[in-house]
């Protein structure tokens, strides 16, 4: 069956980095977009990267442009989130999500910026 398991999320200082990974099972990873939201407390999900399928084009949230790279590894069947300068103001959530014409979602790993 679909799977999209998220990991690398955790605590860490204002100023820190992490890197999330998300690995796909059970679709053809290499034909869908992936993508990585991230939903606040009290906040509404939204939109923090994206890669197409080649992973020639990426787009970013404002929030994040110069902060984050997303990236893929077709043959791994995995899509990176790297996050560098957190902010308190990133603790979130973090799912990732395949889209082509059905949308898949992960279970999400915690990212929590703190002192």
């Known amino acids: 069956q679909v799977q999209l398991v998220e990991s690398g999320g955790g605590l860490v200082q204002p100023g820190g980095s992490l890197r999330l990974s998300c690995v796909a099972s059970g679709f053809t990873f290499s034909i869908y977009t992936m993508s990585w939201y991230r939903q606040a407390p009290g906040k509404e999900r939204e939109l923090v990267a994206s890669?197409?399928?080649?992973?020639?084009?990426?787009n970013y949230a404002d929030s994040v442009k110069g902060r984050f790279t997303i990236s893929r590894d077709n043959a791994k069947n995995t899509v990176y989130l790297q996050m560098n300068s957190l902010k308190p103001d990133d603790t979130a959530v973090y799912y990732c999500k395949a889209r082509r014409f059905t949308d898949y979602w992960g279970q999400g790993t915690q990212v929590t910026v703190s002192s």
């Open positions: 890669i197409s399928n080649a992973g020639s084009v990426t």
